[in-house]
């Protein structure tokens, strides 16, 4: 029984943080992605004091985290907590042709979310960088086969070489991110560069991460899914 009224204290207070329309409106914009609080702001026409006082809010209630920038470790980026998703009606993504999985070197991250996307979806996918490397690095190569993923490691490109109009770009680094045009529409992941500890579990790490990501992506790009151009 104590269970049951822990968990019911629980689900009380995910339901009262979100009971206010603009938590629920923040809630709605971190669920496909990650931002910070000025770009929730100016996404969603509030001041930044307000913004701050609704996080404080959610973060309290366990419906986001936060997160430093592994770029400018000044900026603080929000992600909403998996759990918190049960009560949320997540946002569609219409008139997607192909998503493009973006990190600086095009080397780990990047390749391992386009392989894990195209291995169970029929949407296509495609990754790229903002400064590429010669390489795949060799653990992201190994992880993938690990878990039955083919990448090949002599293939990295460009951001510039391979976007197309209707490509939804899925920046999974905080440097692409904050490096990419403003103009270039797009969602951000904040996935920890698993390259600079260089361990097989930092690689699982990001691996894991990227796979929970994409499972939430999927029901918001199904219509899509379901009429690939």
């Avoid at 603009?22 to 914009?29: E, G, K, P, S």
């Avoid at 986001?64 to 470790?73: G, K, Q």
């Avoid at 680094?173 to 996935?191: I, K, Q, T």
Wanted: proline share 7%; hydrophobic share 40%.
């Amino acid at each position: 029984m104590n269970a049951e009224l822990k968990e019911r204290e629980w689900r009380a207070r995910i339901h009262a943080a979100l009971g206010d329309p603009a938590r629920l409106a923040i809630a709605d914009a971190l669920a496909v992605g990650d931002a910070s609080p000025g770009e929730i702001a100016a996404m969603l026409g509030m001041t930044t004091n307000l913004v701050a006082h609704h996080v404080n809010v959610l973060a309290q209630a366990g419906v986001i985290e936060r997160s430093r920038s592994e770029a400018d470790r000044r900026r603080t980026y929000l992600r909403l907590r998996p759990h918190a998703l049960s009560a949320l009606h997540r946002p569609a993504l219409r008139d997607v042709r192909r998503l493009v999985f973006v990190c600086t070197r095009n080397s780990a991250r990047s390749q391992l979310a386009a392989a894990l996307w195209t291995s169970s979806h029929q949407l296509p996918a495609t990754c790229a960088g903002t400064r590429p490397a010669r390489r795949v690095h060799p653990r992201a190569v190994r992880i993938a086969k690990r878990h039955g993923l083919p990448l090949d490691p002599n293939r990295t490109a460009h951001i510039s070489e391979v976007t197309a109009p209707g490509d939804l770009i899925i920046a999974v680094c905080d440097h692409a991110h904050e490096h990419l045009p403003a103009e270039l529409a797009r969602l951000h992941w904040s996935v920890p560069d698993p390259v600079p500890t260089n361990t097989d579990h930092a690689f699982e790490t990001a691996y894991a991460d990227l796979a929970q990501r994409i499972g939430l992506l999927a029901p918001a790009l199904s219509k899509s899914e379901d009429n690939p151009q």
